[in-house]
């Protein structure tokens, strides 16, 4: 897997982001925290239906949880707070990508590599069929277990019609 690739597109994703919570013209929906710390989503459904797709394309927050941020709910607002994505510190962002491709590198060696390295190794038919059965029992049950260990969420009421 190529890493590098991989960190230039995380880092464009944070500059952009970035850039919008540090435009004043966006301030009524998405902004700095008066602590620079920390930015807060004023209006949730405006920044997710226009602002996101347009700037971020992307269509909701979860990317940023991803990468590091922790989402803190209030009232009818949203609040971000990652350790590197400071108000007037751009060059902090690296540091964020630098965490994040240290994660998929070592998702990637205990998952991947394994794999790979035995696929490599394999010195007949038999061994790499071998092989690819295996790693093919154990994604489709590592996926059973991430299914069975979500936890389930009832389906909300209809609203009541005006």
């Not at 459904?45 to 927050?61: E, M, T, V, W, Y």
Request: net charge positive; hydrophobic share 35%.
């Amino acid at each position: 897997m190529d890493f590098s690739t991989e960190r230039t597109r995380i880092c464009a994703f944070l500059n952009k982001a970035y850039e919008l919570v540090d435009d004043p013209s966006t301030d009524k929906i998405i902004s700095w925290a008066p602590n620079g710390r920390t930015f807060v989503v004023w209006k949730p459904l405006k920044c997710s239906s226009d602002l996101l797709p347009l700037r971020l394309g992307i269509a909701n927050f979860a990317r940023f949880e991803s990468y590091g941020f922790s989402k803190i709910v209030s009232g009818q607002q949203l609040e971000f707070l990652c350790k590197d994505f400071v108000k007037g510190h751009p060059e902090l962002l690296e540091r964020i990508s630098d965490r994040y491709v240290a994660k998929l590198r070592a998702f990637y060696e205990k998952r991947y590599k394994p794999f790979e390295d035995r696929l490599k190794n394999a010195k007949t038919k038999e061994e790499w069929d071998l092989a690819v059965k295996e790693q093919k029992g154990f994604f489709e049950n590592d996926s059973k277990e991430r299914r069975a260990s979500r936890p389930r969420t009832k389906s909300s009421p209809p609203a009541p019609e005006n």
